[in-house]
């Protein structure tokens, strides 16, 4: 197996990452960081010692032999002749007891195996604490990985990254340590988008279920299911999701409907089946699963997401945005990333084996590429958790239906701000009752609509004439979503802003008999300030976007396309803007124009999904080889992501085509064997067309 490169991070003071680490540790919310090696090194000839760091996830934790193996891997690197190592400390985060495990190594001489509590106190390291640290390294491994697009790797500065289960044996080993300490997972925290972790719902379940989809161990995740869900029936609904991958789709059916009977307010399950039925075009049926779904879990955010994806499928998209606006959104928490004090410089070798001309990425290009400040300032590219969520939705209804429409569509259904101000003044006599509450009718009574608005929002000539509202003028009639190859800017309309619930709550704006009732907007509902945002998002969004395509369009016309300029990071920042505006051609255009002026890890993993939608084999594996090869010039050996890739075309095509046309093509043969290694890892969990 060839191994990655060692980066070396010098510290200005020695043991300075350490003094880090061990502050940090009260901050440490889920995971942990990755594994902190520090060594300590001194001149062959004698003198000042001084130390050097860097992070690594994958190396097998389970136990103190196996740590300070990987520290005495490191005494003789080939880059540094002139030094030799006096010490390392390996540190290793145990998540289920919030406790760092230590491996003092001196060389030469002996091994201490420590950990370290919140407080910093020295405690002694158990077999039960070894068990619980190997688990929570594999689980790093996986979500401390980079998808290829080189995102996780730009994050954090010299981390090695190996596959941490590289063997049946060592996968019976990380199962069978998952099968013991199963019921502590919800220790561990969860996903950003879960509001409470659970049994099924946590950071372990995340890493069972990633592996078993990464690598197509299918068996012995049904196997393991299988067992822990005599002990609790929640389990089931793991269970039903391995068996769908795993092309059960009749045993997972009968075991939802069974579980479902015992549990029938579990909203994981109701989850999982309501996916189900979404999955096979059965819309109707998985409506009836998400509203139950939404009942059993009012406060978690995925089940009003998965109640809008499917009034988004039944194209009800006034639905639709009164779904979204009640989802309750969280504060993205990031993972936890080691904080270390300003290094004195780093060295971050390149292996001769991941060297490739068509890769180089030079820093001093990349640093000179200007960038235009409007898309710079696109807030979208920053959405994580359940805010990227909810704008994926968003986005969605707009590729559909048009940004017209969809204004049309949030004027129908929540109280635009002009109207409320103008109604406010002019307001009825009409008392407010109960069951006119503009925050819960919506959702109770029915919804006459048209491909989602109703007939009233439209007058007699078509134009759209919200009553109270506020547009601006425009001199063509609205029918949908124009073509994106002749928008211009000024025909991307700003949206108005909505009514938000604080600024009908501030002041005496409550609502009490003595106020007026408002009956121009009785039905509607109150715009949540955060979904008001992402329609402003939206909107910029569209209009960069449409901009650049008008003027591309122009650049054709006047046949100097040649003249059409960006830099390739302009070009990365446009193959994201489409590509989160589902206008994914035109996101592949950008990221091979981007590709043309030099190597992006983003752009080649955009490309990338392109030729696997394509079924395009060779496009495939000439895309994977290159980013292989730079995630190797990153330090990193293992990618879930690419490990997937590889192992689909491998039961598709046969490991032995795969072979042919990886060595058929014309780079070197280090860089093929990067490759390859991939190619073997399938083999040794004997996937599917691994011997053919």
């Known amino acids: 197996m060839i191994v990655p490169a060692v980066p070396e991070i010098v510290e200005e003071e020695i043991e300075s990452a350490i003094e880090s680490r061990n502050e940090a540790l009260q901050t440490i919310r889920e995971l942990g960081p990755p594994d902190l090696v520090h060594l300590v090194k001194q001149a062959k000839s004698g003198g000042r010692q001084f130390g050097v760091y860097h992070h690594v996830t994958g190396v097998d934790a389970s136990s103190s032999a196996s740590l300070a193996a990987y520290v005495n891997t490191l005494v003789y690197t080939p880059q540094d002749k002139t030094h030799k190592v006096v010490s390392g400390l390996y540190c290793c985060y145990n998540a289920f007891s919030h406790l760092d495990m230590r ?34 390294a594999v689980l790093r491994a996986y979500s401390y990985a980079d998808d290829g697009s080189g995102d996780s790797i730009k994050k954090i500065i010299g981390v090695r990254r190996f596959d941490p289960i590289t063997s049946t044996e060592v996968e019976h080993k990380f199962l069978d340590a998952a099968e013991r300490l199963f019921f502590k997972g919800s220790q561990l925290g969860s996903e950003p988008e879960i509001q409470v972790p659970n049994v099924v719902s946590n950071h372990l379940t995340t890493g069972l279920l990633n592996y078993i989809h990464t690598t197509g161990r299918y068996t012995s995740g049904i196997n393991l299911f299988e067992k822990l869900r005599t002990r609790d029936v929640e389990v089931s609904s793991l269970l039903a999701r391995v068996l769908i991958s795993a092309d059960e789709e009749v045993q997972a059916v009968k075991l939802l409907h069974d579980a479902i009977s015992q549990l029938p307010m579990d909203y994981c399950l109701l989850d999982c089946q309501s996916a189900f039925c979404q999955n096979k075009g059965q819309l109707e049926w998985a409506l009836d699963c998400a509203k139950r779904s939404v009942t059993a879990a009012p406060s978690e955010f995925g089940t009003w997401a998965k109640l809008a994806e499917i009034y988004v499928g039944l194209e009800q998209w006034d639905l639709a945005l009164l779904t979204l606006n009640s989802c309750p959104m969280f504060t993205y928490q990031d993972k936890d990333a080691p904080r270390m ?9 390149v292996m001769p084996e991941s060297m490739l001309d068509e890769i180089d990425e030079s820093q001093e290009a990349i640093n000179s590429e200007l960038v235009h400040p409007s898309l710079r300032k696109l807030h979208a590219a920053g959405y994580k958790g359940t805010f990227l969520k909810a704008y994926g939705l968003l986005t969605e209804i707009t590729a559909k239906i048009g940004w017209d429409q969809l204004l049309k569509i949030r004027s ?13 003044q002019t307001g009825g006599n009409q008392q407010p009752t109960a069951s006119q509450n503009a925050s819960t009718v919506a959702l109770h009574s029915p919804s006459p609509r048209v491909n989602g608005i109703t007939d009233s929002v439209e007058s007699q000539d078509g134009d759209f004439s919200p009553p109270g509202s506020v547009t601006t003028e425009r001199t063509e009639q609205s029918n949908g979503a124009p073509s994106s190859a002749t928008l211009t800017n000024e025909s991307i309309e700003k949206p108005n802003h909505t009514i938000t619930s604080e600024e009908v709550k501030a002041g005496n704006e409550d609502p009490s008999p003595s106020q007026p009732h408002y009956t121009q907007f009785h039905n509607k509902r109150l715009c949540e300030r955060w979904l008001d945002n992402l329609f402003m998002v939206l909107y910029e969004d569209l209009r960069i976007y449409t901009i650049w395509r008008t003027d591309m369009a122009r650049s054709k016309t006047e046949e100097s396309l040649g003249e059409y300029r960006k830099s390739a990071e302009e070009w990365e920042i446009l193959g994201e803007l489409a590509e989160r505006l589902h206008h994914f051609p035109e996101a592949v255009e950008a990221y091979q124009s981007c590709l043309r002026v030099r190597f992006s890890p983003k752009a080649m993993r955009g490309v990338l999904r392109m030729y696997e939608g394509q079924g395009r084999v060779g496009e495939v594996l000439q895309c994977v080889i290159r980013l292989v090869a730079w995630q190797y010039r990153w330090y990193s050996e293992f990618s879930p992501s690419l490990l997937h890739t590889v192992r689909k075309l491998i039961e598709s095509e046969g490991a032995v085509k795969v072979r042919s046309i990886v060595q058929a093509t014309s780079l070197p043969q280090p860089v093929l064997d990067l490759t390859n290694a991939y190619v073997e890892r399938c083999a040794s969990f004997r996937s599917n067309g691994s011997d053919g």
């Open 412 to 424: 129908h259904v929540f109280v635009m701000e002009e109207e409320y101000r103008s109604e406010k």
């Open 103 to 136: 491996v003092d190594v001196k060389i030469p001489g002996g091994v201490e195996s420590y950990c370290i509590d919140e407080r910093g106190d020295k405690r002694v390291a158990s077999e039960g604490l070894w068990l619980e640290t190997f688990l929570c």
């Open 341 to 349: 004090p300003e290094p004195l410089r780093v060295i971050l070798p």
